[in-house]
């Protein structure tokens, strides 16, 4: 039986949520009732616009155990705030920056773009040794400045300790910024406990809501070095004082948010994570880990499939990848697909990502859908 948030097309099976995820049913009743608000009335309640954006920063304060409202910014996406980080500190020639070999390219390109300034992006080989946190730890010198990296990796599934990294970095003055959007929303994530200086992620994953808006934490101390590099009315003090001369800078992470705010993503994304919370995160996470684990067994229960996610790492994540022993998963992705089974093709096999509201019996019938061999299936 579906989820009454989740009314999707019956013969669809979602386990894409690692990468754009299905609204809830309240999502999209949040929307057509603002859009059939803005068409009536225009800007008439914009002062309860004002008010549904301050709720979402608490919401995403909640989410993320942010000590204050003044730490969240909302952004575009993840991308965006991982280059306020990278074109907001100041580097010195020589300086570099620490990561791993399995990052998405949003948390590559912008530091390997640094490389014209004299910065060095490292990347660690997670598996080169004992635990992907020593990986890492080994490629830090006295030059090292920050570390990045990716709380769960988008094509493994591997989930780092980034409260040992967190640690790691306090210890040895490194700054410390974490690719969250493979976890907020599916599991527990404490930035106080982490001891992170820069947290980022996308709401259209794991969290459920649209693209197109995001969160952009820093911590107090590390949001002050950060330099500006977008400029514009809303991120002045004294924002809806349109007379501000002179003007300051907003004392809070708002700073980051050069313009007017993407006012129907604003109201999307609370809508979604107002199930989150009502829910509770720690049992969104219980169901999500459970339902890994349910794919993982049966995964290993198919003769002709092959896991390719560490199922006895300590750390689990909601992404399963596997790949079909005689199946290439090109030729597999497109058969699942094809038989409305919504998942990725990602590192060397298929990726399922199912969220807390999935079934056993969703996930029974995806691996079930799975043939021995496509021969027979060609051309239907």
């Excluded at 300086?95 to 990052?103: F, Q, T």
Aim: one cysteine or more.
């Amino acid at each position: 039986m579906r989820h009454p948030e989740f009314p999707l097309s019956a013969e669809l099976i979602y386990l894409n949520h690692a990468a754009v995820a299905p609204w809830p049913k309240r999502t999209s009743d949040a929307v057509c009732a603002f859009a059939q608000q803005n068409t009536v009335y225009g800007s008439l309640f914009y002062l309860d616009w004002i008010k549904k954006e301050a709720e979402l920063r608490k919401q995403l304060k909640e989410l993320i155990n942010a000590s204050s409202v003044a730490d969240i910014a909302l952004v575009k996406n993840t991308s965006e705030a991982l280059s306020f980080v990278a074109y907001g500190l100041a580097w010195q020639a020589g300086d570099n920056i620490v990561s791993s070999n399995e990052e998405f390219p949003s948390n590559r390109i912008v530091w390997q773009s640094l490389d014209d300034q004299g910065v060095e992006f490292r990347e660690a080989e997670l598996s080169s040794a004992a635990t992907p946190e020593d990986a890492l730890f080994a490629l830090v010198d006295e030059r090292t400045r920050l570390m990045t990296i990716s709380s769960i990796q988008f094509a493994s599934g591997l989930r780092l300790d980034i409260d040992r990294i967190g640690q790691f970095c306090k210890d040895n003055n490194i700054l410390f910024c974490v690719d969250a959007i493979q976890s907020i929303g599916a599991v527990q994530f404490d930035v106080q406990k982490c001891q992170a200086d820069f947290v980022m992620a996308d709401g259209h994953k794991w969290m459920l809501g649209p693209e197109g808006l995001g969160v952009f934490y820093t911590s107090p101390a590390a949001r002050e070095t950060l330099k500006l590099s977008q400029y514009g009315w809303h991120m002045m003090e004294n924002t809806h004082n349109y007379e501000n001369k002179p003007w300051k800078v907003h004392p809070s992470a708002q700073r980051f948010e050069c313009g007017s705010p993407n006012t129907l993503g604003v109201h999307a994304l609370s809508a979604s994570l107002s199930l989150l919370l009502e829910t509770s995160m720690a049992s969104v996470e219980k169901q999500v880990l459970d339902n890994a684990r349910y794919l993982m067994q049966a995964i290993q229960s198919c003769p002709y499939l092959q896991l390719l996610t560490d199922s006895k790492s300590t750390l689990q994540s909601g992404i399963v990848v596997f790949k079909h022993k005689h199946i290439s998963k090109e030729t597999l992705y497109k058969y699942l697909q094809k038989n409305h089974v919504v998942c990725a093709m990602r590192g060397e096999g298929i990726r399922f990502s199912a969220h807390f509201y999935n079934s056993s019996e969703e996930l029974d019938k995806a691996i079930a859908l799975i043939p021995e061999s496509i021969t027979n299936q060609a051309g239907k």
